[in-house]
């Protein structure tokens, strides 16, 4: 079906009434999407469990799940994810995990990380030996802050740093 307009007046009139219908409907997905990014600041992280996979002289490979709970109605897809570990305040390692995660919205979501840490390398940064690494984990104060890219359709969007900090007793023992 076809509408004809006769009148050029009544032309402008229908296209000043379509520009200005879709400049509110985009600003009012435009406040509703910021509503929802704002209300994914208010997220809810927790540490889940560590799996530990392999532990030798050269090398200690642990899996580290967090739960992240997003309170927003918007679900989204996890694209980055970087972790700065600090053990007793010491600088450890950066790990990186660029493998897709999705965030469901109004729920929580498992977020997994599989990590490779040189146990001797470990040891000499944070002042202690290994007997007492194995026999002292109270005495170990972990430290993650975590940095994350979200993707919302096309847009990769950082969301503020996170800190999760806790001894190694209690991760080891959650």
């Given at each position: 079906m076809?509408?004809?307009?006769?009148?050029?007046?009544?032309?402008?009139v229908?296209?000043?009434t379509?520009?200005?219908?879709?400049?509110?409907v985009?600003?009012?997905a435009?406040?509703?999407?910021y509503?929802?990014l704002k209300?994914?600041e208010?997220?809810g992280?927790?540490?889940?469990?560590?799996?530990?996979?392999?532990?030798?002289?050269?090398?200690f490979i642990f899996?580290l799940y967090m739960i992240?709970?997003n309170?927003s109605?918007l679900?989204v897809?996890?694209a980055?994810?970087?972790?700065d570990?600090?053990?007793n305040?010491?600088f450890?390692?950066t790990?990186k995990?660029d493998?897709?995660n999705?965030?469901?919205?109004?729920?929580?979501?498992e977020?997994?990380?599989?990590?490779?840490?040189n146990?001797?390398d470990?040891?000499?940064?944070?002042g202690?030996?290994a007997?007492e690494?194995?026999?002292?984990?109270?005495?170990?104060?972990?430290?993650i802050?975590?940095?994350?890219?979200i993707?919302?359709?096309f847009?990769?969007?950082?969301?503020p740093?996170?800190?999760y900090?806790?001894?190694l007793?209690?991760?080891?023992?959650?």
């Amino acid at each position: 079906m076809k509408v004809q307009v006769k009148n050029k007046v009544n032309k402008k009139v229908v296209w000043v009434t379509a520009i200005v219908a879709l400049g509110a409907v985009s600003t009012i997905a435009g406040i509703w999407l910021y509503k929802q990014l704002k209300k994914m600041e208010d997220y809810g992280l927790d540490f889940k469990n560590i799996i530990v996979r392999k532990v030798s002289t050269t090398e200690f490979i642990f899996d580290l799940y967090m739960i992240f709970t997003n309170k927003s109605n918007l679900g989204v897809t996890l694209a980055k994810q970087e972790y700065d570990v600090y053990a007793n305040n010491v600088f450890i390692t950066t790990l990186k995990n660029d493998t897709p995660n999705d965030i469901k919205a109004k729920s929580e979501s498992e977020i997994g990380m599989r990590i490779n840490v040189n146990p001797i390398d470990l040891v000499s940064k944070i002042g202690l030996n290994a007997v007492e690494l194995i026999t002292s984990p109270k005495k170990i104060n972990i430290k993650i802050v975590m940095k994350y890219k979200i993707r919302i359709l096309f847009l990769n969007v950082s969301i503020p740093e996170m800190i999760y900090e806790d001894s190694l007793y209690n991760m080891m023992n959650y």
